[in-house]
């Protein structure tokens, strides 16, 4: 990980960067019109539950994943060609404009390196999540999607970070293990919503789903 500090007017902003090594991530996302899609090997599985368990945990910084010049799969895409896009993760008490990442970003510069250690259980199982309180009216901890500089930004409370986390966690556990088990299977996946279920678009017409694909690499 490289960490940032940029000056941005009055304000400071801190940026967590998984910094990109020689090889891919094992990771791309891509906005298809519709719905966003994104494709995991077992590393990038493990690396985005990482990386979500680390936002859940980092309230003042925004967790950046460079992944615009990573390859897809090849898929039918839906309206257009498919956009390469890059991830932030950040929390909502930040408040932080996304029209202002352009600026951040290209003042991000060499950072400095840091060592991060997450317990193996930051992301709690699925049934240790009290899903049905989730469709109370009353319940607040729902995710967000923005998307901006051809960036997806997951914004979010710690409670969400950490609930919605168990779906990734339970993907990057299992990911690898289902294809060997089943390999007529057509795919194995996971999908993450922003605010209440049920939502086709966002109010600033951003796809409202995030599909989640397992792609085994060669």
Same mark, same amino acid.
Not at 121 to 127: A, F, I, K
């Given at each position: 990980?490289?960490?940032?500090e940029?000056?941005?007017?009055?304000?400071?902003?801190?940026?967590?960067?998984?910094?990109?090594?020689?090889?891919?991530?094992g990771?791309?996302l891509?906005?298809?019109?519709?719905?966003?899609?994104?494709?995991?090997?077992?590393e990038?599985?493990?690396?985005?539950?990482?990386?979500?368990?680390?936002?859940?945990?980092?309230?003042?910084?925004?967790?950046?994943?460079?992944?615009?010049?990573?390859?897809?799969?090849?898929?039918?895409?839906?309206? @257009?060609?498919?956009?390469?896009?890059?991830?932030?993760?950040?929390?909502?008490?930040?408040?932080?404009?996304?029209?202002?990442?352009?600026?951040?970003?290209?003042?991000?510069?060499?950072?400095?390196?840091? +060592?991060?250690?997450?317990?193996?259980?930051?992301?709690p199982?699925?049934?240790?999540?009290?899903?049905?309180?989730?469709?109370?009216?009353?319940?607040?901890?729902?995710?967000?999607?923005?998307?901006?500089?051809?960036?997806? #930004?997951?914004?979010?409370?710690? +409670?969400? #970070?950490?609930?919605?986390?168990?779906?990734?966690?339970? #993907?990057?556990?299992?990911?690898?293990?289902?294809r060997?088990?089943?390999?007529?299977?057509?795919? #194995?996946?996971?999908?993450?919503?922003?605010g209440?279920? @049920?939502? @086709?678009?966002?109010?600033r017409?951003v796809?409202?789903?995030?599909?989640?694909?397992?792609?085994?690499?060669?």
């Amino acid at each position: 990980m490289r960490v940032h500090e940029v000056r941005l007017g009055g304000r400071e902003v801190r940026v967590v960067r998984s910094a990109p090594g020689p090889e891919a991530t094992g990771l791309a996302l891509r906005d298809e019109g519709h719905w966003l899609s994104m494709y995991a090997d077992r590393e990038g599985a493990d690396r985005l539950a990482a990386l979500w368990a680390l936002a859940a945990r980092s309230p003042r910084s925004l967790v950046h994943l460079p992944l615009r010049g990573d390859p897809a799969p090849h898929r039918d895409a839906g309206d @257009g060609e498919p956009v390469a896009l890059d991830l932030v993760l950040l929390h909502h008490s930040l408040q932080f404009p996304t029209s202002s990442w352009k600026e951040v970003r290209a003042r991000l510069g060499a950072g400095t390196p840091r +060592t991060v250690s997450l317990p193996d259980d930051d992301l709690p199982d699925g049934d240790a999540v009290d899903h049905e309180r989730r469709h109370h009216r009353t319940y607040r901890d729902h995710l967000g999607f923005d998307i901006a500089a051809h960036t997806l #930004f997951v914004v979010g409370s710690s +409670t969400a #970070f950490r609930e919605e986390g168990s779906a990734l966690r339970n #993907f990057a556990d299992r990911a690898a293990v289902h294809r060997r088990r089943y390999p007529a299977a057509a795919h #194995f996946c996971v999908e993450l919503s922003p605010g209440p279920r @049920g939502r @086709g678009r966002t109010r600033r017409h951003v796809p409202g789903s995030l599909h989640i694909e397992y792609h085994e690499n060669g």
